[in-house]
C-alpha cells in the first residue's frame, strides 16, 4: 500500500513566523510531488510542485525534496492568518499517473 | 490554470434518491477524470478513475454499481450516486488531466448530504 504521511496537526504559529509542513512517502519510484492548500468547505488549490532533489521557492513559499529520505516539506515564510487552512501533500506514484495524497496537516497562524 | 467547473456545490437529497454530479472542463480537454471522496478531517480518497469513451476503473472497496460515472465527451464527466444512504454524505472532488497528462486541475466539489 502507497502511502503518504503527514503529521494532521494542527500546527500553530503566530504571524510573521515561518510554518514548516513535513510529508514523507513510501514509493520509491515516485517521480513528482506536490503541496496543495485546502481551505475548509473548498477543493484544494496546487501551491508548489517540485520534481528534482532540493529547494524551490516561489514567493513565501519554499517546497524542499529529499527523494534519498523520501521526504518533502513546504515553509512558508512571513505567515498570515490567511495561510490558515489544511496543507495536502501529493505524490504521484512510481508509473507517474496515480496521485495519492496525504491527511493533511492543518495550521493556523495567530494574528 | 485551468478550470474544471463542478455542479452542484451542494446538494440535499433523500435517503433512497439518486444524486448526479458534473464536472466539465472549460478550457482544455480533459481525457482522463478522477473522482474522490473526502470525508471531514480525512485525506482525499481516490473513488475511480474515468477516460473517455471507456468503462472507469474503480478502486478496491468502492461499488461501481451506486458510483455510476460516465466520461462521454473530453469535456464532461458525471458521476452518479445511487440510492443515496446517510453514509454516503460526504465532499466529492473531481479532478481532471490534460491531454498531455502534466497537469490535472479540480474541480470545486459538491458538498452531498443525505438525509
Known amino acids: 500500500q502507497k502511502e503518504v504521511e503527514q503529521n494532521s496537526g494542527p500546527l500553530s504559529v503566530p504571524e510573521g513566523a515561518i510554518a514548516s509542513l513535513n510529508c514523507t512517502y513510501s514509493d520509491r519510484g515516485s517521480q513528482s510531488f506536490f503541496w496543495y492548500r485546502q481551505y475548509s468547505g473548498k477543493s484544494p488549490e496546487l501551491i508548489m510542485s517540485i520534481y528534482s532533489n532540493g529547494d524551490k521557492e516561489d514567493g513565501r513559499f519554499t517546497a524542499q525534496l529529499n527523494k534519498a529520505s523520501q521526504y518533502v516539506s513546504l515553509l512558508i515564510r512571513d505567515s498570515q492568518p490567511s495561510d490558515s487552512a489544511t496543507y495536502l501533500c501529493?505524490?504521484?506514484?512510481?508509473?507517474?499517473?496515480?496521485?495519492?495524497f496525504g491527511a493533511g496537516t492543518r495550521l493556523f497562524v495567530k494574528a | 490554470g485551468a478550470v474544471v467547473s463542478q455542479h452542484p456545490s451542494w446538494v440535499i437529497c433523500k435517503s433512497g434518491t439518486s444524486v448526479k454530479i458534473e464536472c466539465r472542463s472549460l478550457d482544455f480537454q480533459a481525457t482522463t477524470m478522477f473522482w474522490y471522496r473526502q470525508f471531514p478531517k480525512q485525506s482525499l480518497m481516490l473513488m475511480a478513475t474515468s477516460n473517455e469513451g471507456s468503462k472507469a476503473t474503480y478502486e478496491q472497496g468502492v461499488e461501481k454499481d451506486k458510483f455510476l460515472i460516465n466520461h462521454a465527451s473530453l469535456t464532461l464527466s458525471t458521476l452518479t450516486v445511487t440510492s443515496a444512504h446517510p453514509e454516503d454524505s460526504s465532499f466529492y472532488i473531481c479532478?481532471?488531466?490534460?491531454?498531455?497528462?502534466?497537469?490535472?486541475?479540480f474541480g470545486q466539489g459538491t458538498r452531498l448530504t443525505v438525509v
Open positions: 479532478r481532471g488531466l490534460t491531454l498531455a497528462g502534466t497537469e490535472a486541475f
Open positions: 501529493a505524490v504521484t506514484d512510481t508509473g507517474g499517473f496515480k496521485t495519492i
